[in-house]
């Protein structure tokens, strides 16, 4: 098998790594920047001081401090005019995934002419040119948005979530600080870090998984897996949220290159039709998907429960081990404090819809086993029983 080994943006990470980001951002060329950023990070004091190291380093800002959750290509659109009638020469993303990806996206709008929907990943899609250059700092430990390649939008027309890739959407530098993290309620902690505990199992079980991925995935399931209950429950543990936002980085790594699959899908289903958070939608999935995949890949799922500390013995069958592991995931789902899909009010006749977006999901196209509707159906609705 050939694959390919690491990020192809330059990442500076540390406790206190976003102090440089003034030195960093003009070595980069910038003179002139805009900074992306939503309010619930501007609330949290992160902003301030990100904006005054820029300013210190001699950079003009203009600044976009209306992010929305999953970011809407009509947001997109008009933050591209600010950013274009603004005549800047770099972009800076702080925040989450949601400005994250806001931040790719207008940078894909910086070097190539609008509306940023001619350049959704579907067939006869634009290809695009690089943009400028692109620093994100991410202030949760999650989707790992600053070093992958895709912009996840929702595509207003229709509701769903699409993704926009190509050279603009890849930062120049992403500046991974954890202390930027330490004021994240245990909530968004919660639904973030599953995002990446979801990144890591479905990597490590995914069609396009490699010897490289496979590691990344290992160490990230395993510092979830004793970090993120320590980083929920007290939110000020630096070495928690070092290690979250580590893992978090790792897992990017994994997913970009094996890519995710069945949970990932779900999540997108369910945030689209039910504004559920995208890592609490990953994580509901995951006790399902690992059950199903037990029966093609059960030595990788006897990884994951040993990983996750089970001890299990020789003698046990693919479908003994997926029940097992199973079980194991959805009891650190509740440790963590991820709702279920009754406690969302979702009801059974939401079940057959999700399935549907699910199957329409990019990422489905990357489990490792094909299933057809009444299976995919057959796992929500062992889902919604649980
Ligand atoms: P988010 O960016 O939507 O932020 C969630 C909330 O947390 C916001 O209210 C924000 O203000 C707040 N917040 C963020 N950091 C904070 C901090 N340090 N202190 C206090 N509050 C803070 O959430 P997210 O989970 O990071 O991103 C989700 C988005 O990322 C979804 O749209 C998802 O589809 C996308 N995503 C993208 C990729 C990718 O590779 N591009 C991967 C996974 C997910």
């Known amino acids: 098998m050939v694959f390919r080994i690491g990020p192809k943006s330059e990442v500076l990470f540390g406790e206190g790594a976003s102090e440089q980001i003034g030195e960093k951002t003009k070595l980069l060329g910038c003179t002139r920047v805009l900074c992306v950023y939503d309010q619930g990070v501007k609330d949290a004091g992160i902003v301030g001081p990100v904006i005054e190291g820029l300013k210190k380093a001699g950079l003009e800002i203009i600044q976009f401090g209306g992010v929305l959750p999953d970011p809407p290509d009509t947001m997109i659109n008009q933050c591209g005019e600010l950013a274009r009638n603004g005549r800047v020469d770099g972009i800076v993303g702080i925040g989450g995934g949601s400005t994250l990806d806001t931040a790719k996206a207008v940078n894909v709008l910086?070097?190539?002419?609008?509306?940023?929907?001619?350049?959704?990943?579907?067939?006869g899609a634009s290809?695009?040119?690089?943009?400028?250059?692109?620093v994100l700092v991410p202030t949760t430990a999650g989707t790992a948005s600053e070093i992958t390649y895709v912009a996840v939008l929702t595509r207003t027309a229709t509701g769903a979530k699409q993704g926009?890739?190509?050279?603009?959407?890849?930062?120049?530098?992403?500046?991974?600080?954890?202390?930027?993290?330490?004021?994240?309620?245990?909530?968004?902690?919660?639904?973030?870090?599953?995002?990446?505990?979801?990144?890591?199992?479905?990597?490590?079980?995914?069609?396009?998984?490699?010897?490289?991925?496979?590691?990344?995935?290992?160490?990230?399931?395993?510092?979830?897996?004793?970090?993120?209950?320590?980083?929920?429950?007290?939110?000020?543990d630096v070495e928690a949220r070092t290690n979250m936002s580590f893992a978090c980085l790792i897992a990017g790594m994994a997913f970009t290159d094996a890519k995710t699959h069945f949970g990932h899908a779900f999540g997108h289903s369910l945030g689209a039709r039910h504004h559920v958070p995208h890592g609490t939608g990953c994580a509901i999935a995951q006790p399902g998907v690992i059950a199903v995949v037990a029966e093609h890949l059960p030595e990788k799922v006897r990884r994951v429960g040993e990983l996750m500390g089970l001890l299990l013995g020789n003698d046990l069958s693919p479908a003994e081990l997926g029940r097992k592991v199973s079980e194991r995931i959805a009891a650190f789902n509740r440790e963590i404090g991820v709702p279920t899909l009754k406690q969302l009010r979702i009801t059974e006749s939401d079940l057959a819809p999700l399935a549907e977006g699910l199957m329409k999901d990019i990422c489905f196209s990357f489990m490792p086993v094909k299933l057809g509707r009444e299976e995919v159906l057959k796992v929500i609705e062992g889902l919604y029983a649980a």
């Open 164 to 236: 926009v890739l190509g050279p603009a959407t890849i930062a120049s530098l992403a500046i991974v600080d954890p202390l930027l993290t330490l004021g994240l309620p245990p909530a968004i902690t919660a639904t973030t870090g599953m995002d990446t505990f979801a990144h890591a199992l479905e990597a490590y079980t995914a069609a396009g998984r490699n010897m490289m991925s496979d590691v990344l995935s290992e160490k990230a399931i395993a510092l979830t897996v004793q970090y993120l209950p320590k980083a929920v429950g007290n939110g000020s």
């Open 110 to 123: 910086l070097g190539n002419p609008g509306p940023i929907e001619n350049y959704y990943i579907q067939p």
């Open 127 to 134: 290809p695009h040119k690089p943009g400028k250059p692109l």
